[in-house]
């Protein structure tokens, strides 16, 4: 046999051939070279050797029946236990990777254990946040110092930054600021450990610069670990007072976090209601319904923002019971996210702040621009103007003197 793809390699002075196809070898090798001019020299075929190595048997699994395997281990899901539970029966996986027992962590299984099982020991990473929040400290204080170097008045050299009176920018270090002071949406009184980053050990002194106290910090953390990380980067996480209706998704980029009132009827085993607004609102507005989940209104306005709060949110109902049920739905976000989410909107592409103060800039340079050609070609015409006058003048003068000279007169 000859599939047409032979592998020659050079192996201690020869060329070995192989040729992996199985079946009596239908490979045909011819040389041949060109003489060169009074060359008397003559080609010969070298000697061959053949290698039959493997065989030439062809077989399928037809040839073969059960009594040719042997069985060395037999399938079956992994099985564990975590505390002892479930008492009595096992937790099995399809796979010897398994991440959905313990919330975040995931077990490698390689081996079966003895009947004391075996010991997991988890530590949290505390060193870790804290590395991230002073790199987050780091570089917002220097956008602080960087916008008010650029937008204030230097007392020492007598000079303005070249952004001094720029609204836009100048109001850029307070959008920063609010998330860092304010109540931090969706967390709320006696349910959250935090509610502002203060509460964690974040502070912003008198020149608005951000600051971590390390004790205040080393505190929180201890008494609530996933109380600071959600304070810090929640991402539209949710929850619900109900149990028949239930958060089921939220829009990392259009949901508003906050607290939402909703009210859903079923009647026959289906949604035939569904409302919402924000707790701080007065008119509910409809739902989408498909099936058991319903989804806030997904309108945009021309800009491409959300029209309305609940953008994106999905919740669940529990339709095994008709009635008309009431729940309140809160919708975290972390301090950083809200200041990652105004820092998007100031760079949007067409509507954003920083784009249109850009383009504002540029009309005013493109307008001062215009001015000063204007000015120039102003200049250049009074130029000319006063050229003409002057050389005007200059030949009276010299008429004048000639005439004086004819008649005698001495100019003093």
Known sequence: AFDGVAKATLY??????????????????????????????????????????????????????ASDFTET??????????????AGNWIERSSNTID????GVTLHLHD??????????LTRDIQSVKDKLDSMILAYNSTVEFIKDKTGYNEITKTGGVLMGDYVVSTMRYQF??????????????????LTPVNIGLELDRDGFLTLDANDFDEAIAEDYLGVLALIGADKTGSSTSDAVEFYAASSDYTTAGQYDVQVTVSGGSVTSAKIKLSTESTYRDMTISGNIITGNSSFDDNGDPVYAENGLQLSVDLTADGNYTATVRVKQGFTGKIEDRIDRMLKATVGGITIDKEHI????????????????????????????FARLEKTLSLLQNQMAAAGITSV
């Open 73 to 86: 281990q037999s399938a079956q899901d992994s099985q564990i236990r975590v505390d002892g539970y479930p």
């Open 12 to 65: 201690n002075g020869k060329i070995v051939l192989t040729d992996d196809t199985c079946g009596a070898s239908g490979l045909e090798i011819g040389l041949s070279f060109t003489q060169g001019s009074g060359s008397t020299a003559e080609l010969t075929l070298p000697t061959m050797a053949v290698s039959t190595e493997g065989g030439t048997t062809t077989a399928d699994l037809s040839g073969f029946a």
């Open 100 to 103: 959905d027992v313990i919330a």
């Open 362 to 389: 540029d009309d005013q340079i493109e307008l001062l621009d215009d001015k000063i050609e204007d000015e120039q070609y102003r200049l250049e015409q009074k130029e000319k103007r006063l050229v003409l006058r």
């Open 177 to 194: 600021r609010e998330p860092l002071i304010e109540q931090t949406a969706g967390f709320i009184e006696d349910i959250d450990s935090f």
């Open 112 to 121: 079966t254990t003895d009947a004391g099982g075996e010991e997991i020991t």
